[in-house]
């Protein structure tokens, strides 16, 4: 087993947070020399500081790519955090539907991870419209740094143990059992979800209308104060007024210092 | 100087209410972080006027309004609403609310909201 140096730990913990805004403590060093244990095997570097050099010079963007993809977390679920999908059903799609006249629903899923979110998102807002459905345009922008989550996410496929616990009607409605082992979303909801690799830590916003909803859960959680104040406040500018942000149940912002609205637990409104 | 006094859980919100009225001839006499308070603090500052958010912790906006009017039936309460709770401004109204700003809003137009509500 390759270790790595103080130096070279701090010298990489400071590249990823520099560009991903991903803080990495001490305590995450045996798990991120584990992670990219095998990156520097198969390509034959000899330590930590020549493959750190080598994602320094590399111009393709591939080295960084795999970095990324080693070093996020992904772990994610259908209907995680389900009072969050609840309150869409009964609260926000109901407001949309009666506020926004042009039919046009912008709702972004930040850190959609493997897709299990945005598709949460795509079949609640399904069901909610039910025969409307093909009135409104409703599609879901999904984004993610990790190109690997966001190639699982298109195909669209997870194992059947995944969905069992998916209310049956769901089931059966969205889903299409490839094997005993697999199944996949129907074209209808995979077509409602628009999948981009974008980083967070982006300069500038490359979105041309504002959003109705923000989901951003699970994400900010790898990140420092610093960097989710200043991220809270692209969302808030991102949003229309009335628009909601959903963040993970075990995260929360400062009530006394934000310009959201806090509604109830990890929900907040732009009012 | 007119007295207001601002109800709003959202200490952004009861800032920029501060702010716009630094302009007027408003005098902010209290601030208050819920419907509780708010109640309260009429009681013991007799503001000329109330800025009331609609949902808040502990006592909605609503059911201050209702505190208040019951202490005092002359209070004079602006509702502080956001875009899609039109019922609630109804129910305000009907207890005795004098008007409403839909938020955001601009300071002229909150000054004038004041003012006319004030009889200025
Ligand atoms: C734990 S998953 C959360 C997935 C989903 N939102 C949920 O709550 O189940 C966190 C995701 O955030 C992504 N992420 C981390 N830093 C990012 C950044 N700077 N820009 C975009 N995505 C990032 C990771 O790639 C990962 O897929």
């Given at each position: 087993m390759l270790t790595m140096t103080n130096q070279e730990f701090s010298q990489l913990a400071a590249y990823?947070?520099?560009?991903?805004?991903?803080?990495?403590?001490?305590?995450?060093?045996?798990?991120?020399?584990?992670?990219?244990?095998?990156?520097?095997?198969?390509?034959?570097?000899?330590?930590?500081s020549e493959y750190y050099e080598h994602i320094l010079t590399d111009k393709t963007g591939n080295g960084a790519a795999t970095l990324i993809n080693k070093i996020t977390t992904n772990h994610t679920f259908f209907?995680?955090?389900?009072?969050?999908f609840e309150y869409c059903?009964?609260?926000?799609?109901?407001?949309?539907?009666?506020?926004?006249?042009?039919?046009?629903?912008?709702?972004?899923?930040?850190?959609?991870?493997?897709?299990?979110?945005?598709?949460?998102?795509?079949?609640?807002?399904?069901?909610?419209?039910?025969?409307?459905?093909?009135?409104?345009?409703a599609k879901v922008l999904a984004t993610d740094i990790s190109s690997r989550v966001l190639e699982e996410a298109k195909k669209g496929v997870y194992k059947n143990a995944e969905i069992a616990t998916l209310p049956a009607q769901w089931r059966l409605n969205y889903f299409r059992k490839i094997d005993n082992e697999k199944s996949v979303l129907v074209d209808r909801i995979r077509n409602e979800v628009i999948y981009r690799k974008f980083n967070l830590m982006d300069s500038s916003f490359p979105f041309k209308r504002k959003f109705h909803v923000i989901f951003c859960r699970n994400v900010m959680?790898?990140?420092?104060?610093?960097?989710?104040?200043?991220?809270?406040?692209?969302?808030?500018?991102?949003?229309?007024?009335g628009g909601y942000l959903f963040i993970g149940h075990s995260e929360s912002l400062n009530r006394e210092e934000s310009k959201f609205k806090y509604i109830m637990p990890a929900v907040y409104r732009k009012e | 100087?007119?007295?207001?006094?601002?109800?709003?859980?959202?200490?952004?919100?009861?800032?920029?209410?501060?702010?716009?009225?630094?302009?007027?001839?408003?005098e902010i006499v209290g601030e208050a972080a819920n419907g509780l308070m708010g109640v309260e603090m009429y009681k013991e500052l007799h503001p000329d006027v109330v800025t009331m958010d609609i949902t808040m912790?502990?006592?909605?906006?609503?059911?201050?309004?209702?505190?208040?009017?019951?202490?005092?039936?002359?209070?004079?309460?602006?509702?502080?609403?956001?875009?899609?709770?039109?019922?609630?401004?109804?129910?305000a109204i009907i207890n005795g609310a004098k008007t409403f700003v839909v938020k955001p809003f601009k300071e002229e137009f909150l000054y004038q909201t004041i003012s006319k509500v004030l009889g200025l």
């Open positions: 990823i947070k520099a560009n991903y805004g991903i803080n990495l403590k001490e305590e995450k060093r045996a798990l991120v020399t584990g992670r990219l244990h095998h990156v520097l095997i198969q390509n034959n570097f000899r330590n930590f209907m995680r955090e389900t009072d969050h059903k009964a609260q926000v799609l109901p407001y949309l539907a009666n506020q926004v006249k042009a039919k046009d629903l912008r709702i972004w899923s930040a850190g959609c991870s493997s897709g299990e979110e945005p598709y949460t998102l795509a079949m609640v807002i399904d069901e909610f419209f039910g025969k409307e459905r093909l009135l409104w345009d959680i790898y990140f420092d104060a610093q960097t989710k104040w200043e991220l809270v406040n692209k969302f808030f500018d991102l949003l229309e007024y | 100087m007119k007295k207001l006094l601002i109800v709003d859980d959202a200490a952004f919100m009861r800032l920029s209410i501060r702010n716009m009225m630094n302009n007027y001839d408003i912790p502990e006592m909605s906006g609503i059911e201050a309004l209702k505190a208040i009017k019951a202490h005092d039936p002359q209070a004079k309460v602006i509702m502080v609403s956001a875009m899609g709770q039109e019922g609630m401004v109804k129910e």
